[in-house]
Every structure is written in C-alpha cells, then in structure tokens.
C-alpha cells in the first residue's frame, strides 16, 4: 500500500509518502526542491555516484512513522543539503524549511 498525505509546515505544504513492504516500511516527505527520509536512503551514494544531479537530501534513522520523521533528528546529509544549511542533528521538520 502506498499513502501520500499532505503535511502543512507554517504556510508550507509538503507530501508525507508511507510506501508498505514486506518486513519494511519506506518513508519519505518531500517538497520544495528537496526531501528527507528513513533510514533506507543511501546518503553516500547520492554524495559519490550520483553527485552531478546535485540532490538536497537528509536521512533519518530508526523512523517508523512520518511524524516520527519529521521530529528525528538527521543522521546523515547530502553535500548539496550542507550548503543550503542543512546539517546532521537537525530535525526534519528544520530541514525541509530550508528545502523551500
């Protein structure tokens, strides 16, 4: 099963995506030219293999829920998020602000 739900941050409206597996459960919010996720997201290869597409992007891990997602602190960060002053730590909701 797959549910797309709007978030409202501020004035600020995102899509919250649950994508239900077997045995795993895909999280991922997106919005403005960015989007965070669960721990599935693989930081390190957007950073090295796929660096030219310049994706803004943050990884949480040990989610379970969207707004687990969007309270979590950050584990990891792609290079194109540090420049927009996204950084490990900051919860997702700050995040996705600063994807505006």
């Keep these: 099963m ?3 739900t709007p978030i409202e941050i501020g004035s600020n409206t995102f899509l919250g995506i649950t994508v239900l597996l ?4 895909l999280l991922v919010i997106t919005g403005g030219s960015g989007y965070i996720m669960c721990g599935a997201l693989d930081v390190g290869l ?3 293999k796929l660096r030219d597409r310049k994706i803004i992007a943050g990884r949480a891990v040990g989610v379970r829920t969207i ?4 309270d ?3 584990e990891s960060v ?7 002053g996204i950084h490990v730590g900051m919860a997702g ?3 996705l602000l600063k994807m505006i």
Excluded: F, S
């Design 67 to 70: 707004d687990q997602l969007l």
């Design 78 to 84: 792609t290079h194109e998020a540090e420049k927009r």
């Design 2 to 4: 797959i549910d797309v």
């Design 93 to 95: 909701r700050d995040a």
């Design 22 to 25: 077997p045995k795993t459960t």
């Design 46 to 48: 957007l950073n090295r």
């Design 72 to 74: 979590a602190p950050l």
